[in-house]
């Protein structure tokens, strides 16, 4: 019997322990919601602009959605879109867009579904497809009727659906997509299966919570290269623009879009593009550990590319206009001026 007891107060003793240990994680890394507000005060920018959208569904339905987009630099000047990726906003191509705007550029740079100051779709669900829609009807808004259009990761994956479905329909031109360590088509997939349990909003609402700054710092470092520093201007970015309201619940419990059984395929619409003779840039970062530099070349063969139209940039990682904006940005306007030329 009195070994029972101790037994017992062992047991109590290491339960309680880890209880407590479960209740000092759930303080320690809790972090609420912010509102879009309160995000506005620092990164809402003098080209800063909010328009509500109206996108077709596949069922012919309708659904609204709320965007941030910077517009920056001269109406009449040649428009580039910029499309940032995952866990991002607009503001990662700042560094490029003085300088571009100086040299004559005007700048569209938007943010996607539940990323930045933009919101989710009213229904949950996310596309490429639908991603390439808010970009055409912000432009269609804007009356432009031609651009090059470049984008990071996701991104990069909008911006070749949006040069593959767009260019020369109903007299819209793309000039030139540049992708940089962008997603490719056969990456393209479904959410995963286990991502069924935060299809409850109670769900992905609590454990989308658990988001402490050192793990935004942890996701940085894995994404940049040996070459490359994070400056904490960035990591807060990174990290304020994650927790606005909405945004951390929706990533996890958006559903994808199933494609329409009449649509191309990714690796046919890289082919349209090819076919299209579109002037393309590839930008990619060696030691990029999200997308492997493999995928460059998977680009290049499946758009025919020369050398001469893929860069690889050693020490930098998956976001190299962040990492390096000065070096990228040397190769970006040898880009343009060969397509104005």
Not at 163 to 174: C, D, I, K, P, R
């Amino acid at each position: 019997m009195m070994k029972f007891k101790i037994i017992l107060k062992i047991f109590i003793r290491t339960f309680l322990t880890f209880l407590m240990l479960i209740f000092l994680i759930i303080i320690l890394s809790f972090r609420r919601d912010v509102s879009k507000e309160s995000m506005e005060k620092t990164y809402f920018t003098d080209q800063s602009n909010y328009i509500t959208l109206t996108i077709d569904t596949l069922d012919e339905s309708l659904v609204t959605i709320d965007v941030h987009y910077i517009d920056y630099g001269d109406l009449n000047d040649p428009v580039i879109v910029l499309l940032h990726g995952a866990f991002s906003s607009s503001h990662t191509f700042l560094p490029w867009m003085d300088e571009l705007v100086q040299l004559g550029y005007r700048i569209i740079a938007i943010d996607l579904p539940n990323h930045g100051l933009t919101g989710g779709f009213s229904d949950n669900i996310i596309s490429q497809r639908r991603s390439a829609a808010i970009v055409k009807a912000i432009l269609d808004h804007l009356f432009i009727n031609e651009c090059i259009i470049g984008g990071n990761s996701m991104g990069g994956g909008v911006a070749w659906e949006f040069a593959s479905e767009y260019h020369q329909m109903s007299g819209f031109t793309v000039n030139g997509l540049i992708l940089i360590d962008a997603v490719f088509p056969s990456m393209e997939s479904s959410r995963p299966a286990e991502s069924a349990l935060f299809k409850s909003s109670f769900v992905s609402n609590f454990v989308s919570k658990f988001t402490p700054k050192v793990l935004m710092k942890i996701i940085l470092k894995g994404v940049y290269g040996s070459n490359s520093s994070i400056d904490p201007v960035i990591l807060d970015r990174y990290y304020d623009l994650l927790r606005v309201e909405g945004h951390r619940s929706s990533l996890l419990s958006s559903v994808e879009e199933v494609k329409a059984e009449n649509s191309l395929s990714g690796e046919a619409r890289l082919t349209k593009i090819k076919e299209a003779n579109i002037p393309i840039l590839i930008m990619w970062g060696e030691e990029d550990r999200w997308i492997s530099v493999d995928y460059a070349f998977s680009f290049q063969t499946a758009l025919s590319l020369d050398d001469h139209d893929m860069i690889i940039y050693e020490g930098i990682g998956h976001v190299p206009m962040e990492e390096n904006p000065n070096l990228t940005l040397v190769d970006l306007l040898s880009f343009l001026n060969n397509i104005e030329t």
